[in-house]
């Protein structure tokens, strides 16, 4: 599948928002720690992705109601569903001058993802840092993907080849508006 960015400026896919906010102290003192034992940008990349997908429970394998959505909460507080993970993992990536993309799937709901485009790398490489049961076969790979998910064409399933440099509206305005997990459940989108 080709990937296709949502805005020819890379630096778009470097910049803060309000879900990405990269600039945040708790964003910036993770860099730090994560950066500590990975001093390229291949060894960081691969440290967040695994920082995310195992020291951040995804809040329905873990029963967590609490629901994020800015990435300075995700890591405050290590909780978070898949896009909320995927919002950490970008600020992480950007806050290291890594561009980063949020990309998605479509399920029986929208799931959130990520792709990174490498220094001295043409390609954007999709990464799944969804972790917990359903996700566990997740891997950091350069190489091929290996996502928590394939998609399955006959069943409507959907890998949408788009990179969006901001959260997709749909996705945020669920995040915003649930006050709890389970009502989460109910405003998560279906299709994009």
């Not at 994020?68 to 995700?74: E, F, I, L, M, Q």
């Not at 992480?92 to 399920?107: D, E, M, S, T, V």
Request: aromatic content about 8%; charged content about 25%; some cysteine.
């Amino acid at each position: 599948m080709e990937l296709i960015q949502d805005t020819p400026d890379l630096a778009a896919y470097l910049a803060a928002d309000d879900a990405i906010d990269h600039e945040h102290p708790v964003v910036r003192r993770t860099v730090a720690m994560l950066s500590a034992d990975a001093p390229d940008a291949y060894t960081y990349a691969e440290a967040a992705f695994a920082f995310v997908r195992d020291a951040i429970p995804h809040s329905v394998d873990s029963g967590d109601s609490r629901v994020t959505w800015r990435a300075s909460d995700v890591l405050e507080k290590r909780t978070g569903i898949c896009y909320a993970k995927s919002h950490a993992l970008v600020a992480l990536l950007r806050a290291r001058g890594i561009p980063a993309a949020l990309c998605y799937q479509k399920f029986e709901a929208v799931h959130g993802l990520i792709a990174l485009k490498l220094p001295g790398r043409e390609r954007w490489v999709r990464q799944d840092a969804r972790g917990g049961e359903a996700g566990a076969g997740a891997q950091f790979r350069l190489d091929r993907e290996q996502l928590a998910f394939t998609v399955r064409p006959e069943f409507n399933e959907v890998d949408y080849p788009v990179l969006f440099a901001e959260p997709h509206p749909a996705v945020l305005q669920c995040l915003r508006d649930a006050v709890d997990r389970p009502r989460l459940a109910q405003l998560l989108p279906t299709a994009l």
